[in-house]
């Protein structure tokens, strides 16, 4: 099970395999047909209300994003399930528009998709 994440701003690889934007939103500034996009299941991305809540004090709202979001998770199981299979097929990458790449929704996925042994 190989699963990459980036931003979407990054260039296109050959070793993106599927490319799975995890945004609610349409990032800024890119077209649709240049993103190479295979996939946008936006159930997977935090709700408008959580992502609005979490933005309004990203620093001291990091712990109770995680949780809040992990449940939003629990809910969604097949299109979770939906991803896992596709990275039996190859590689799959998650793409955000996110610029913090360590605390933003893709990595409490990529938790969520990979847990830890």
């Known amino acids: 099970?190989?699963?990459?994440?980036?931003?979407?701003?990054?260039?296109?690889?050959?070793?993106?395999?599927?490319?799975?934007?995890?945004?609610?939103?349409?990032?800024?500034?890119?077209?649709k047909e240049d993103a190479k996009i295979?996939?946008?299941?936006?159930?997977?991305t935090p709700s408008n209300q959580l992502r609005k809540w979490y933005h309004e004090?990203?620093?001291?709202r990091w712990d109770e994003f995680q949780k809040r979001y992990r449940v939003e998770l629990s809910q969604v199981t097949v299109s979770l399930d939906e991803l896992r299979k596709l990275?039996?097929?190859g590689p799959i990458t998650l793409l955000t528009a996110a610029k913090n790449q360590g605390q933003n929704h893709v990595s409490?996925?990529?938790?969520?998709?990979?847990?830890?042994a």
Do not use: C, F
């Open 108 to 116: 409490v996925l990529l938790d969520v998709l990979n847990p830890k």
């Open 87 to 89: 990275t039996a097929q």
């Open 1 to 31: 099970m190989t699963i990459y994440s980036k931003r979407i701003y990054d260039a296109v690889s050959e070793t993106d395999g599927k490319r799975i934007l995890v945004d609610r939103l349409w990032p800024r500034g890119i077209k």
């Open 38 to 44: 295979d996939l946008w299941p936006k159930d997977v």
């Open 57 to 60: 004090d990203i620093e001291s």
